[in-house]
C-alpha cells in the first residue's frame, strides 16, 4: 500500500504573512511541525509513506532527518500542477505498482478516524466559508460539487482510500488534473464507503488554522490547561504558582493592560484556590514563529519592537520600597543552588571540568557561574520596575495585523516567595535573550545536535539553522543594546546563569539537560570573546 501526505505547493500568500512560506505539513503546530501529528495519526496504516514537498522547498537537515527515521520517503512535486496531478506525479515518481493508495490531505490531521482502507473517503461538517468539495446524497447516487460551503455542510476532509489506484490515475488524466472530478469518476466505479467518524482539525485556511491549533497544547505536566473557544483555564499541582500569576494580572496597572489577555476569573467558573481564567488568545506564540515559522529576517523587527514597547511601558512603573536584597539572590545565590540540586540528582560533580570545543582550557559549573557573576552588577533602584518574570518566546503572543504582542503566565513571585509584579529588568531583557541568542526553543524542540567527549570533557551543540539566525540576532540587537540601556556582556552573563539554574527544572529530559549544559558552556565561551574583544 501507499500513503501519500500531499504537501506538494505552498500555503497562500496571506497565510504566509503570517508564518512564512511553507508547505501546508510543514506548518508551526504546539512547538512541532504539523507533519509530526499526522505521522502519528496514520501510524496503523500499513505501507510504504511518502510526503510530497514543493520542488523548491529547502528541507532543514533536522527536518530530513526526522522524516527518514520514521520511514517516510520524500517525493518533490513541480510547482504550480493541481492536486490531482500532484498525485499523479508522485504515483508515478515512486516506480511502483501498489496495489492501493491511502491519501491524507497536508492540511489535514484527525482525531479518533479509524483511517479505514479499501475504497473509503472522509466527511465531516464544515466550519466557516470556504471553498470546498461538498458531499451529499441524491436519490443514493454521491454527489461532490466545488463550490463555497456554508457553515455546518458536509465537506470532503482530506482522507481518502482506493483499493484500485489505477483507476483513480485513469479518472485524474481524463479530467485534466481536476481531483474532485476524478473521485467522481472513481466513484461511478468503485463504491466509496463513508468515514464521519473522530474530529476534524483543518490547517488549511489562516481562521482554521488558528482555531484547530489551540486544540493541541503544550502544557508542562504541572500545568493544567483548559481551552474554550474564548477563554483558557489555567491550574497548576503548584498552588503558590498559580497565585503569583493570578496576582501579577489582577495588579498589573490598567493602562499596562493592553498588553495581556483580559484576566475573566474568579466570576468565570473558576475559583481562587483552584486556577484562573484568562481571555484566549489566537495568536502565534513567538517560540512557534521562531523554531518553525519561515519569516525572513526583516519580518522580526516588527516583533522585536513590540517586545520593546512592552518593557519600555513596564519601566515607567516603580516600587515605592524596592526588595533589592531579593533581586540579588536571583543570579549566583540562586544559580549554585540549583546546580547543587542538579549535581545531588546526577554523576556530574559542580567542579568537574567541561570544555566547549577540544583543546580549550576547562572551566567547572561553578567556575562559569562565579566568573559570569562578576559581570552582573549587584541590582539598584533604577533596576526595578514591573516585571513579567519569564519574557521568553513561549510566552509572548504576536498579532502580524496589529503587530502586537501580548503576555502570559508571568511569574509574579520574587526569590522569598512574596507575590510581586515588580522585578529586575535586566531579568526580563536576559529571558528574551535566552530565545533569540540562546536558542532555547531549538533545545525544548529538540533541534539540535550534541556531542559528548566524556574522556575529553567536551561538551557540544550545534544547531543547524543557527547561520539563518544571524540577520534575527542583528536586528535584535539593535533593537535592544543600541541605545546603551541594556549592557550585552551583561545580559549574556545572566544568560550563563540562566541556563545553569535550569538543568535541575528538567530532570524529567536528562536529554534535555546535557544540553542546557552544552549551551551555558556554548554562551560562556561567546562571554569570553565578547570581554576579549571589549579589552582589546
Not at 326 to 346: G, P
Amino acid at each position: 500500500m501507499m500513503i501519500l501526505i500531499t504537501s506538494g505547493s505552498y500555503i497562500d500568500q496571506d497565510f504566509a504573512s503570517e508564518v512564512g512560506r511553507l508547505p501546508p505539513a510543514f506548518l508551526p503546530v504546539g512547538n512541532r511541525r504539523l507533519y509530526s501529528y499526522q505521522i502519528e495519526s496514520i501510524s496503523s496504516l500499513e505501507g510504504d509513506k511518502y510526503l510530497s514537498l514543493p520542488s523548491s522547498f529547502k528541507i532543514d537537515p533536522v527536518d530530513e532527518a526526522w522524516l527518514e527515521s520514521a520511514g517516510i520517503s520524500i517525493l518533490r512535486v513541480p510547482e504550480g500542477i493541481s492536486l490531482g496531478e500532484s498525485i499523479l506525479y508522485c504515483w508515478n515518481l515512486t516506480g511502483k505498482q501498489y496495489k492501493s493508495l491511502a491519501v491524507l490531505h497536508g492540511d489535514t490531521l484527525f482525531r479518533d478516524l479509524a483511517y479505514p482502507t479499501g475504497d473509503a473517503l472522509s466527511v465531516h461538517k464544515n466550519s466557516g466559508f470556504y471553498q470546498r468539495a461538498t458531499f451529499s446524497y441524491v436519490e443514493g447516487v454521491p454527489i461532490l460539487s466545488d463550490v463555497w460551503a456554508g457553515e455546518s455542510e458536509d465537506v470532503l476532509s482530506g482522507y481518502f482510500s482506493f483499493s484500485s489506484p489505477h483507476v483513480l490515475m485513469k479518472g485524474i488524466i481524463e479530467n485534466s488534473g481536476n481531483f474532485t472530478e476524478a473521485l467522481k469518476y472513481y466513484s461511478s466505479n468503485c463504491e466509496m464507503t463513508i468515514s464521519c467518524e473522530g474530529e476534524w482539525l483543518d490547517f488549511g485556511h489562516i481562521n482554521s488554522y488558528f482555531r484547530a491549533r489551540s486544540k493541541l497544547t503544550t502544557e508542562r505536566a504541572f500545568n493544567e490547561l483548559s481551552i474554550c473557544s474564548r477563554s483558557v483555564v489555567k491550574k497548576s499541582s503548584n498552588n503558590k504558582k498559580i497565585l503569583a500569576e493570578k496576582n501579577w494580572f489582577e495588579y498589573l496597572p490598567s493602562r499596562l493592560r493592553i498588553h495581556c489577555p483580559n484576566l475573566l476569573s474568579p466570576s468565570h467558573g473558576v475559583s481562587d484556590d483552584d486556577g484562573y481564567s484568562l481571555e484566549y488568545q489566537y495568536w502565534m506564540p513567538l517560540n512557534d514563529l521562531f523554531v518553525f515559522g519561515a519569516l525572513g529576517g526583516r519580518s522580526w523587527i516588527s516583533i522585536f519592537r513590540a517586545a520593546r514597547t512592552i518593557l519600555d511601558d513596564f519601566s515607567n512603573y516603580r516600587p515605592d520600597a524596592p526588595n533589592l536584597e531579593s533581586l540579588n539572590k536571583l543570579y549566583l545565590t540562586k544559580t549554585l543552588e540549583r546546580l547543587r540540586q542538579f549535581c545531588d540528582s546526577s554523576n556530574i560533580s559542580i567542579d568537574q571540568e567541561f570544555r566547549a570545543e577540544v583543546g580549550e582550557s576547562g572551566v567547572s559549573l561553578r567556575q562559569m557561574a562565579e566568573r559570569s557573576a562578576e559581570l552582573i552588577s549587584e541590582a539598584n533602584d533604577s533596576h526595578v520596575v514591573i516585571s513579567h518574570g519569564d519574557f521568553c518566546f513561549s510566552n509572548l503572543l504576536f498579532d502580524s495585523r496589529t503587530q502586537a504582542i501580548k503576555v502570559i503566565d508571568p511569574r509574579g513571585i520574587d526569590y522569598d516567595g512574596n507575590f510581586s509584579i515588580f522585578g529586575d529588568s535586566r531579568y526580563d531583557v536576559s529571558k528574551f535573550y535566552h530565545s533569540v541568542v540562546g536558542l532555547y526553543d531549538f533545545i525544548v524542540a529538540g533541534r539540535y545536535s550534541l556531542n559528548v567527549d566524556r574522556d575529553l570533557g567536551v561538551w557540544k551543540i550545534d544547531f543547524s539553522t543557527q547561520c539563518e539566525l544571524i540577520d534575527i540576532e542583528k536586528y535584535f540587537r539593535n533593537e535592544f543594546f543600541s541605545s546603551g540601556r541594556f549592557d550585552e556582556v551583561e545580559i549574556l552573563a545572566i544568560n550563563v546563569h540562566l541556563f545553569l539554574s535550569m538543568l535541575p527544572l528538567h530532570y524529567d529530559r536528562p536529554d534535555r539537560q546535557k544540553a542546557m549544559l552544552a549551551n551555558a558552556l556554548r554562551l560562556y565561551r561567546k562571554l569570553e570573546i565578547q570581554i576579549r574583544n571589549r579589552v582589546s
